[in-house]
């Protein structure tokens, strides 16, 4: 496997203090486990997913809190 075998994503920014740059769309592991315990730990206004780079295949599914979040609301 690569080192960029599993991608987190989502169509809005993905938020979590357990990101060096939280609010990107996407982020890269190589390791299922890891790509999935940061998507579970994540939000996002909408789905976020991890998907397996080589194949497409979605592994895992976070559904979204139905609204984005927006940086303008406090």
Known sequence: MTSAD????STYPIASRLWPDS????YFFGDRALAV???AKSVSGQEIR????PTGEV??????S????SADEV
């Open 59 to 64: 592994v895992f599914r976070k559904p979204g």
């Open 6 to 9: 599993f991608r987190v994503e």
């Open 50 to 53: 991890v998907v397996h780079v």
């Open 37 to 39: 315990a940061m998507a």
């Open 23 to 26: 609010g990107s769309r996407q």
């Open 66 to 69: 139905g609204r984005p979040e």
